[in-house]
Structure formats: C-alpha cells, structure tokens
C-alpha cells in the first residue's frame, strides 16, 4: 500500500520555510522588479500574509498572463502568475516534493532536487561501463504535448492517494484545474505534480515490478536498454499499455536500435556505446553564434562559464579551444593543495532549520568562526535525526550562547527539540 502523508499545510506555512521561499523567488532579477522592491520593503507583512493563505486554504493562483515560448521552432504556451502568489505555492511545494521525491527511483531527472541533465548522463555511462552486455538495445521515446495532454481528474486522483491533508488537496486542485484542458507549463505544481503521476504509471511499475534493470526518465523523456531485443519489446508493449492507462500517447517518432550501430541523442549530449560523448550540434551551432555576436564582457563570462559546464562533461577539449580560443583546463591540473585551517569539517548533508521545526533531534558537535556566503561567524552544528547525520549554520546569538554553554558543562552530545520561536525569532533548543 502507498504511503500517504498528511499536515503538509502547517509545516508549509512555518516561518522559516515561507521566508527561505520569499528570498529564493525573489532572486536574481526578479528582485529587481517594481513587485519584487514592494516585497523586500514590506517583507514581515507578506510573509504573514502568505501564511495565513496557506493555513487557511484560500491560496488561488488568480490572474495568470499566457506567454508564448520559443525553441527549435517549438512554440509553448506557458502561464505566470504574480510574485506575491508564487511564494506561497512555493513554500507548499517545498514541503510536498520533501515527502515525494524520496519514492521517485534513482534514474528520475528533472524538477528533482539534485538531478539534472548530467545526473542522468553519469547513470548511464556507469550502467555502460558495468554492463555493456545489457545496455546493448535501446528504446528511446517521448510524449506528445505531455504537459497539455494530462488528465485532471487523473492527477487528483494521484494527489488525493498520496495526501490526505484536505486544505492542501484543495490548495493543489485549483492549481491543476486552472485550465481547461491539461496543466499549466512553468508553474512549480505542476512540475512536481507530473513527476509524481509517471512515478506511479511509469517508473515503479517497469522498474520495481518488471525488473527492468536499465530505464532512464527525464521529465516525458524515456529511455530502456536490454541485452537482447525480445525482453526490450516486450517492455515496450507494457510501456504503451501503461500511458494508455495514464491517458497519454507516446510520439510516433519512437523508436529502438542497437547502441553498437548508432549513438543515442539524450540530455543534449550524443552518447556513443564505447562511453564517449558529444555535445548535440545545434547547442554547438547555438553557442557559435552568440560568441561571435556577444561584444559585453560579462555576457561573455556568462556563456563561457555555461558552455564549459556543458563541455566539461565531455569529450570535447578540442571543440572548446577551437570556438572560444581557450585551454580547456581541469582544476587537478593545476597542482592546488588545501591548507587545512583547524576547523572542524562534518561530512554529512545540509539541512535547512525549517524542515527541523518541532523535531526532536540529538546535536552531536559544533565548530565555531565560519564564514558563509551569508556572513562570517556562523556556527556549523552536526545533528543526527531519525538515525541520520546533518549540519546546519547558524548565525542565532540564542543558539550559539546555549552551544557554548554546552560545551562548557561538557554536554555534548545532548538531545533536544529544535523548537520555532515564531515570527522572526528564528529557532532555539528546548
């Protein structure tokens, strides 16, 4: 039976998550903008106001502007909605995508935390480099106007099997009904939302219940491989079986071919068995032209930073150099040895205050005089919760005069409750 989960809508609303939502929307320059100045200046009141949305249950997505988007001669329809309306969907999709993504298999990408493109790329040249044998024959394929094509009835179906939490099961409804037909392109819901029902309809089912050892996900974009071509059709029938039953169709251009013949065009990257990869040619077309037209300098160190990231995946020392005139250097190449400076270092996972809120939790160690991006003098503390290690920073006089005290009465480790203090008064031990 599938776990659902419930109080969604109060963790969602806890002060330090709205605020951490309210500062991530308003990157960059969105900040900049008429809303996003209002926003900054009037930041306690919206972030009040956007509470009382989400614990109320009357959080809408209002008026939305259509805006058509562009690409390889593609042209979407995607929806936008205010600033002061995306903090609070955020804030609620922080929280829901926490509980889903942990049951999303591990050769799912896109809108996951994490997983990117190159995620995706280095599974699958592990899975060549240990199995070649099995990766032989692919499948590879994608979904007509995946986003536009989703069945309402069928996403709330999928929500209401996971959530029973009532006031967030209608907060997300007016979200995957705000149109006519299919969900909106670009709103966070409904990026999570989609992974979730191929989750259910896809993933699991080839993965778990068919033993398909080699199946890759980008977003409506599947790949298969199996060492002989019968179990791959075989796949592939109940593939075609399972979108009919998600009400979805799968391109015509679909197709299957030995990977010893021809290589496969994924993620932006052309894939060759051998494990060598190319960049697809029209990103290499694309990068091109703008190198040649860009005069700004530091639109210049924006494409060059982008097109390394892309290259640096790849075999391509020889393209870099001959489009940007640069050495494509390796950061081992150039002989840095650190100087550890004393402190302590905790290898485990960063861990936002927020998703501590109200748990009880056994803080272990801290290391005192670290400099964030944020500030300098932060505490890193490593605590362990539900028989896992995190760390987290923090600037908090509160928290740091009770570590100190701690320390002096040789304290450590000692268990509390990282407990909410509300308003801005950020959180404390108890």
């Keep these: ?6 109080h969604i809508v ?37 972030i009040r106001a956007c509470q009382q949305s989400i614990l109320g249950g009357t959080l809408r997505p209002g008026k939305y502007r259509n805006l058509k988007v562009c690409e390889r001669n593609k042209t979407r329809q995607a929806q936008s909605i205010t600033l002061l309306r995306s903090i609070p969907i955020h804030a609620i999709m922080r929280v829901v995508e926490e509980r889903i993504t942990p049951t999303f298999v591990a050769d799912t990408a896109a809108s996951i935390k994490g997983r990117g493109g190159t995620y995706l790329l280095r599974r699958i040249l592990r899975a060549l480099h240990s199995d070649p044998d099995g990766m032989r024959y692919v499948w590879k394929d994608d979904i007509t106007k995946f986003y536009q094509s989703i069945d309402q009835d069928l996403m709330m179906q999928v929500i209401r099997s996971r959530f029973r939490d009532r006031r967030l099961v209608r907060i997300l409804e007016r979200w995957v009904r705000m149109l006519p037909d299919g969900v909106s392109i670009g709103m966070r819901p409904s990026q999570g939302l989609a ?11 080839i993965k778990d219940q068919m ?12 790949t298969m491989e199996s060492g002989d071509e019968y179990t791959l059709t075989h796949a592939i029938r109940t593939e075609r079986r399972l979108m009919a039953d998600a009400r979805l169709e799968i391109k015509p251009n679909a197709q299957m071919w030995d990977w010893q013949k021809r290589p ?33 300098r530091r639109r210049r160190r924006e494409l060059i930073g982008s097109f390394y990231g892309i290259c640096k995946h790849a075999h391509a020392r020889h393209l870099y150099r001959k ?31 927020a998703r501590l809120s ?22 890193v503390v490593l605590i362990e919760n539900e028989g896992r290690d995190y760390k987290f920073f923090t600037n908090s006089k509160k928290m740091k005069a009770a570590l100190d005290f701690a320390l002096e009465r040789n304290a450590l480790p000692f268990e509390c409750v990282i407990e909410d203090l509300g308003g801005n008064q950020g959180y404390m031990f108890k």
């Design 1 to 6: 039976m599938s776990k659902s989960h419930k």
């Design 10 to 46: 109060e963790q969602a609303a806890q002060y330090g998550n709205v605020a951490d939502s309210l500062d991530y929307e308003l990157r960059g320059s969105r900040g900049k903008t008429w809303a996003g100045r209002w926003i900054k200046a009037h930041r306690e009141r919206v």
């Design 195 to 205: 992974n979730l029902l191929l989750s259910i309809y896809f993933d699991h089912i």
């Design 211 to 222: 033993g398909m050892k080699h199946m890759q996900r980008y977003c409506d974009d599947k």
């Design 264 to 296: 496969v065009d994924y993620l932006g990257y052309v894939i060759f068995y051998s494990g060598k990869v190319r960049i697809r040619k029209h990103i290499k077309q694309r990068f091109a032209r703008r190198w040649r037209t860009v005069r700004s």
């Design 323 to 353: 489009l940007t005139g640069i050495d494509m250097t390796t950061f081992s190449e150039l002989g840095f040895i650190y100087q550890h400076d004393g402190k302590k270092e905790f290898a485990a996972e960063q861990i936002k205050l």
């Design 358 to 379: 109200n748990r009880r939790v056994t803080v272990k160690d801290f290391e005192t005089g670290i400099s964030t991006k944020e500030g300098p003098d932060r505490y």
